[in-house]
Structure formats: structure tokens, C-alpha cells
């Protein structure tokens, strides 16, 4: 029976490092594809002067995971005249992005950009989706110098925490 207790302890502590290691290759995986997004939204105004729902359709079917699905329905959103961008850009995201997804400076800058976009012109808007790609570079490198490391240390630590919670209780 101590056996068995045993296993589940260690399964779940497992369990637990590498949920949180998901965790962080998903945040990653979210910032390269909003990386990957603004760069079609600022090619569709810059050289297109595409009009946002449009745009933001442009990026939905280009990107994949959570941020096509914000892109896809703020564009719907728009098309169909719901609200003003700011409002829209804020509800979407919340809706979308889990607080795991974008954490802190990431989910701060994001709903930022909505207050940017819309109503200024076109060279504003570039200067701001500029400014926030320029941003989400620099915590994508922050993060991926810690991304390896985290990675590996997440499962680690949950099957050592079981070990020690093993050791403690057995």
C-alpha cells in the first residue's frame, strides 16, 4: 500500500513540473506568434492600407493557436460594428488569453496597443505596433535565455519534490 501511495505522490509532484513546464513553452509559443501577427499587420497598413478587420483576418489566417482566434474575432467583432476598437481589443483579449498565456509587461503592452489602434493614422499605427514588437522582442529574449533551463527544470523539480515529500511522509 505504501508502494502505491508512493507512486501517486510521485506521478502527481511529476505531473505538477511538467504542467508548469507546458505552461512556459505555451507563453513562448503565444509570444512568437504575436511576433509573427504584428509583422502582418504592419506589412497590410504599411504597403496595403488595409482597413483593421481586414487586417486582423489577414492575421488570424496566418497565425495559429490563441492569438488566430483573437484576430479572427476581433475582426468578426469589427466587421460587425460591436464597439470601438478599445473596448473590443480589451474584452477580446480577456476572453482569449488565459493569465498563464501572457503574463505581466506581455499582457500590459498588449491591451496598451488596443488604446493605439483604430484611430490614429496610418504612420501612428505603425509606430506603435513598431514600439510593441520591439518590446515583445526584448521579453522574448529574456525569455528564451531562461527558456532551456526552465524547461528542464520544472519536471525536475516536481520529481524531486515527490522524492523529498515521499522521503517525509514514508
Known amino acids: 500500500m505504501k508502494g502505491l501511495g508512493m507512486f501517486f505522490v510521485m506521478a502527481g509532484c511529476l505531473g505538477i513540473g511538467c504542467w508548469h513546464r507546458m505552461v512556459y513553452i505555451r ?3 503565444v509570444m512568437q506568434n504575436l ?3 504584428f509583422q502582418i499587420l504592419r506589412g497590410e497598413i504599411a504597403y496595403g492600407r488595409t482597413a483593421l478587420p481586414l487586417a486582423f483576418g489577414q492575421a488570424a489566417g496566418r497565425t495559429e493557436g490563441d492569438v488566430s482566434v483573437f484576430f479572427h474575432k476581433m475582426a468578426f467583432r469589427m466587421e460587425r460594428g460591436e464597439g470601438e476598437l478599445r473596448a473590443l481589443w ?3 483579449a ?3 488569453f488565459s493569465a498563464r ?3 505581466g509587461d506581455v499582457r500590459k503592452d498588449f491591451a496598451g496597443l488596443g488604446d493605439s489602434l483604430g484611430y490614429l493614422d496610418a ?3 505603425l509606430r506603435s505596433l513598431g514600439l510593441y514588437q ?3 522582442e526584448e521579453g522574448m529574449a529574456a525569455k528564451g535565455g531562461e527558456r532551456e533551463k526552465y524547461t528542464r527544470l ?4 516536481g520529481f524531486v519534490g515527490g522524492m523529498m515529500i515521499c522521503l517525509c511522509l514514508f
Open 154 to 157: 520544472y519536471p525536475i523539480l
Open 90 to 92: 480589451t474584452e477580446t
Open 101 to 103: 498565456e501572457m503574463t
Open 27 to 29: 507563453q513562448w509559443i
Open 35 to 37: 511576433q509573427k501577427a
Open 134 to 136: 520591439k518590446r515583445l
Open 123 to 125: 504612420d501612428a499605427q
Open 94 to 96: 480577456e476572453e482569449v
